[in-house]
């Protein structure tokens, strides 16, 4: 999942946040400050129902980040580069860049975020509890009370055994310790996350059309993520298992044309996306150094009148955004940069030189001859080599 707004870096890592934070965010701040709050705890302003409100809303959000920063701070410990941290509807995602290489360090991310959010329940509720000692306003201590139940809500739902929820992980990690393979258990994973999902959308349009509930609309949409998320992950574990012997270097199209970073895109368009039978270049400076990553899409989002005053760095996709492999790199840990990649392609570096691209055709490609191969193995084993 990739991320819609960014939010900065912490440690290194990037930190983003999709679209859905900003409908949980709206949802705790309309629900809190104009409905829940004014009816349970009445005589105070309608302006400080509303701050109250957006209080627990920015603090909730604090807490899924400490969540996920949990989940990479464990990671790294176990070797595992996090490359980056979004926020989205259900807590946030935490990208890493290569997998636990064990079950046991594959248990021990996976625990690490209900942990975090165990510990800030508890943390919320022992301020609850100073608040009522020193005889705190009622709508300050229900903030701190509404923080402590939603990060315990938050963990329970979490060790749901259904992926993309951290109880995914917890029984991929296991799966993978009984089976000893690591794909198998993370598609039965995904699995069981299609079918929660599934059951949350039922349960919601059963809550819609029979109970009269407007909270079926809310499940039908955690459940309709739920499925998408599950749903990509089956892919990419399938998908990775095909290709896990697969190196970077075997796919990588070498030696990829360039263009300078300095021509507008007026010339750009003329003088070489008409030239020449690609659809990505890389972007390099006067000393050779690679700028970004331009694309023909891009080009599609400057006006026709700025093509001559615009240049083609002016709009390639930034260096920091583009996934970057080695030769003899595996495939597989490149594919979900490459999945959440504005554009879809990674850049290939041997001692800081480009030597190649890696497009989702070279993917396809790679997918394909796998497929026909072992086809062929399976009707003619004696002829693999």
């Not at 990588?252 to 360039?258: A, I």
């Not at 480009?354 to 497929?371: F, N, Q, W």
Request: aromatic share 6%; with cysteine.
């Amino acid at each position: 999942m990739s991320s819609t707004f960014k939010l900065g870096t912490i440690a290194g890592i990037r930190i983003g946040a999709h679209w859905s934070v900003l409908g949980i965010l709206l949802i705790l701040v309309v629900g809190l400050g104009f409905r829940s709050w004014p009816v349970l705890l009445p005589g105070y302003s309608g302006g400080a129902y509303v701050a109250a409100a957006l209080v627990a809303a920015l603090f909730f959000l604090a807490s899924l980040l400490a969540h996920e920063l949990a989940h990479a701070v464990v990671a790294r410990r176990q070797g595992i580069e996090v490359r980056d941290i979004t926020l989205w509807l259900l807590g946030g995602l935490a990208a890493l860049r290569n997998e636990a290489r064990t079950p046991a360090a594959d248990l021990r991310v996976a625990v690490a975020g209900p942990l975090a959010s165990v510990v800030a329940g508890a943390l919320f509720g022992a301020l609850a509890w100073l608040l009522v000692a020193v005889d705190a306003p009622t709508l300050v201590v229900m903030v701190a009370v509404y923080l402590a139940v939603l990060n315990a809500v938050l963990a329970v739902f979490n060790l749901v055994p259904a992926a993309p929820l951290d109880g995914g992980r917890i029984l991929r990690a296991a799966l993978w310790a009984w089976k000893g393979d690591r794909e198998r258990a993370a598609v039965w994973s995904a699995r069981a996350g299609r079918g929660f999902g599934i059951a949350l959308i039922l349960l919601g349009a059963w809550q819609l059309l029979f109970a009269g509930s407007g909270s079926g609309l809310w499940w039908m949409v955690i459940g309709l993520f739920i499925v998408t998320v599950a749903g990509a992950e089956e892919r990419q574990a399938r998908l990775g298992g095909s290709l896990g012997d697969v190196r970077v270097a075997e796919v990588m199209t070498p030696e990829p044309d360039t263009t300078d970073a300095a021509l507008s895109v007026h010339d750009f368009l003329h003088d070489v996306a008409l030239t020449r039978r690609h659809s990505a270049f890389p972007v390099v400076d006067s000393a050779g150094h690679v700028q970004g990553l331009v694309t023909l899409n891009r080009l599609r989002s400057v006006p026709v009148d700025e093509r001559d005053t615009t240049s083609v760095r002016a709009i390639a996709c930034p260096m920091e955004d583009v996934p970057k492999a080695t030769p003899d790199e595996p495939l597989s840990r490149l594919l979900p940069e490459l999945r959440d990649a504005p554009d879809g392609r990674a850049l290939v570096f041997e001692a800081e030189r480009l030597v190649g691209i890696v497009t989702p055709t070279d993917v396809s490609r790679a997918v394909t001859v796998r497929g026909l191969v072992a086809d062929e193995v399976a009707v003619r084993p004696g002829t693999a080599g």
